[in-house]
């Protein structure tokens, strides 16, 4: 197997300490060891999430925690207002129809952020509407939605807030009490450096009141039954044991280090993305820009897809193209998970040359020297958390 | 983490091979090589399937894949039989009714087997019957389920066939589309010798017909959309790399080796615990033991679970108990998976001290010896599989 540089927006590199574990030798979900694990891990993700509200896993992908999400709260015939900024806020949306819920859609311009008067004024046309669905970060642009003034406005609405916060949670702060948001979702291939196959959701307590209430049918993904489970010590199905191990350890790491440290890492990488990419005279494609992934803007005449392949094949580089709309406009790098400082800048290099490569003396390499020198300054400052304790 | 020998029926022992290949860096899921790997994986499972129909992946446990068989063919309305005899039988049936369908159940004592008379009568009582539900081996008792001969029924009535082969699945021959098994449901922590986190499933013409029509809500499980974007050469959501991988190499080796010999070693297994367990003078617990695992009958007057535990805490064997009705009744030995010779006699020694520990001489020292040097010698007749290639 080639050895790549792998810079998307999830999955992310893991650290070693997390493919170690993933090598141990399989246990079973029902002995009292892995019984205490899976507990530890529950009450570490209740630190994470910042809630006094039970979190509970799912054995699938950030979707099914986006489904899980719905088919818990509403029931068909429910009002929602879902914004649209991207891939997933469609995706959510046409997932919240399947459900039988009649979705009011607030179209943002791909790249955009939504204001709080376009949700201010939907929620002013249906006092009935039960939910708004948001990205926290909507991973196909790179924008990082205003979350917390949101929840400012369903606080004294009748609905609650869901908010999709796969491609964030683990990436900043996103106080789930504190803020007033009343479902969120994380996954596991992102900021929590495991590999793709778990997902996470909490419910605050206007959200579990919908539960209990929702007609939509769900069984895999029933979170009554899974927090019954849970209360008496099991997961309600088959535990990944594997994953959860990996997450075990990372939890435990985050913690002790502080949450902080790793959103400071984060931020760093974004900044000096930014910083870099800017230098070299490229744009930033998003108006707000997440600290989880930086979508940057290919130049007018250049095919955003050709710049990506040839990142991969010549330079052993994997970000990640636009999606939909923006295929051939943009590209997408990652800052979450085990990403070195030299992983950053062999990727800002791989887009510079392979730019070039596409349009000769697109970008002037004493640009991208300086562009170099500047992301690894602010990287030095804000070094990688050490996972090795 | 102390070193025990897993002899459950699932999650099993995982081979050295798929260990080291779980622990190998994390790549993106919609890179080339990625793409080309899964594509085999999926051809790979049509030949263990044994189908021209195309067999899908989940990222989910098996009750994921019998949520996914019920969602893609049923409306709400719609009448199922399912056939109850055990506890994945009472879930499956459970979750059909939370569905809407009117379910019919066949209730079967726990360790029998259904017989083909109940079926043909309920199928003749039920002319518009749309689906029965049957599993292949029913884990909760060890039962293998006439599968083929239901098969027989369903062909010529308007209902399908839908068999969870969970446990079954790679540890026996259950032949698709020879057989006329309308919707086969896998899963990876079973004879796959994988982690759990991994559901497959296929459906017959007869069956993808059904999900033409079919009125249940799905989106995570919406098995027209998975077709859709394989037959693009992707799956529908990210795919969980790090197991997928791993199934790329188990199959690759099973159907190298041939899946006779998987089928043998798993077969030689079950004669030989249940040789050793009747030369030790204990019963079987079931009336039709499947080869994937065996339920053996604790003596009565002495708890399965303190024998359990104490295989556990005194041999440092993980094996299953009962569950329900069968608390303290049963213990399950599982035989899928990285299983040596040394493990079963290692367990069957472990049963038999913690039997003794109960209930001095319950089982003379001569009966547990002339037990593990019969089993030895059928095992040796039929070697593990060997992995490494």
């Known amino acids: 197997m080639k ?3 792998l810079m998307t927006p999830g999955p992310v590199p893991l650290p070693p300490e997390v ?15 892995f ?4 507990n530890r891990v529950l009450a570490n993700l209740k630190k ?5 509200e039970p979190v509970f896993i799912h054995t699938s992908t950030g979707s099914g925690g986006m489904e899980s999400a719905l088919v818990n709260c509403l029931s068909p015939g429910d009002e929602v207002i879902s914004i649209v900024s991207g891939k997933f806020g469609e995706r959510w949306a046409d997932m919240a129809e399947v459900y039988g ?39 196909s642009t790179g924008v990082l939605h205003p979350i917390r003034e949101l ?23 996103l106080p789930m009490d504190e803020w007033g948001l009343d479902v969120l979702i994380a996954g596991s291939q992102k900021a929590f450096m495991l590999p793709t196959g778990l997902s996470f959701i909490s419910f605050s307590k206007k959200a579990w009141k919908l539960t209990e209430t ?3 049918p769900k069984f895999y993904f029933d979170i009554r039954a899974e927090r019954e489970a849970n209360e008496n010590g099991e997961s309600l199905f088959s535990s990944a044991v594997t994953h959860v191990r990996a997450l075990d350890l990372v939890l435990e790491i985050f913690l002790g280090q502080g949450m902080h440290r790793v959103y400071e890492r984060i931020q760093a990488l974004s900044k000096a993305t930014i910083v870099a990419a800017r230098e070299m005279g490229l744009e930033i494609f998003s108006s707000t820009p997440s600290p989880s992934l930086t979508a940057i803007k290919i130049p007018d005449g250049i ?50 040359g392979s730019i070039n490569k596409m349009k000769l003396g697109a970008i002037d390499d004493a640009k991208v020297e300086a562009a170099c020198t500047k992301a690894s300054g602010i990287l030095r400052e804000t070094p990688a958390v050490v996972l090795k304790t």
């Open 3 to 5: 050895s790549y540089t």
């Open 19 to 33: 493919l170690e574990i993933m090598a141990r030798p399989m246990e079973h979900h029902r002995t009292p060891e």
């Open 35 to 38: 019984v205490q694990l899976f």
């Open 48 to 52: 994470v999430f910042l809630t006094e």
């Open 101 to 139: 819920a009649k979705v009011t859609r607030i179209e943002v311009p791909w790249g955009q952020v939504v204001r709080r008067e376009q949700v201010e004024d939907a929620l002013r046309k249906q006092p009935n509407a039960v939910a708004v669905l948001c990205q926290a970060c909507e991973t």
């Open 151 to 173: 929840a400012q406005l369903t606080k004294n609405h009748r609905a609650v807030l869901m908010v999709d916060a796969i491609t964030a949670m683990g990436a900043l702060p």
């Open 214 to 216: 929702s007609k939509c």
């Open 303 to 352: 095919d955003g897809q050709k710049v990506r392949a040839e990142m991969e094949k010549s330079f052993a580089v994997i970000v990640m193209g636009g999606q939909d709309q923006l295929k051939g406009k943009i590209i997408r790098i990652g800052h979450m998970g085990a990403i070195r400082d030299e992983d950053l800048i062999a990727t800002l290099r791989a887009l510079a």
